[in-house]
Nanobody
Framework: QVQLIESGGGSVKAGGSLRLSCVASGFAGRTYFMGWFRQAPGKEREGVAI???????RYADSVKGRFTISKDNVKNQLYLQMDSLKPEDTAMYYCSADRYYSAQLASLRPTSTAYWGQGTQVTVSS
């Protein structure tokens, strides 16, 4: 059973930084595409960044140049370094793991095959 546990969220002022972490377990040697998604109140869940097992990444236009996704394959951990945070980055951030690289995932949309963590709240004040 895949389990994802996020941490690192908090409240910061605009221009500040946060680093999110996600500990993954239950992969049983299988390869998963990992990613970060976020959901603000009243809005749909949207993709922030994804990374494959080779370290190839893809970012939403809204976070390019400010956020960096990375992973530690040995520790089975996923990270999201968030710099130059803006109030519009305020959301619940979710770690995801998906066995399949679909067109939907490639376009940073949530998939029905993904596993999800419980989320960690990020709040950015102006």
């Amino acid at each position: 059973q895949v389990q994802l546990i996020e941490s690192g969220g908090g409240s910061v002022k605009a221009g500040g930084s946060l680093r999110l972490s996600c500990v993954a377990s239950g992969f049983a040697g299988r390869t998963y595409f990992m990613g970060w998604f976020r959901q603000a109140p009243g809005k749909e869940r949207e993709g922030v960044a994804i990374i494959n097992s080779y370290g190839r990444t893809r970012y939403a236009d809204s976070v390019k140049g400010r956020f960096t996704i990375s992973k530690d394959n040995v520790k089975n951990q996923l990270y999201l370094q968030m710099d130059s945070l803006k109030p519009e980055d305020t959301a619940m951030y979710y770690c995801s793991a998906d066995r399949y690289y679909s067109a939907q995932l490639a376009s940073l949309r949530p998939t029905s095959t993904a596993y999800w963590g419980q989320g960690t709240q990020v709040t950015v004040s102006s």
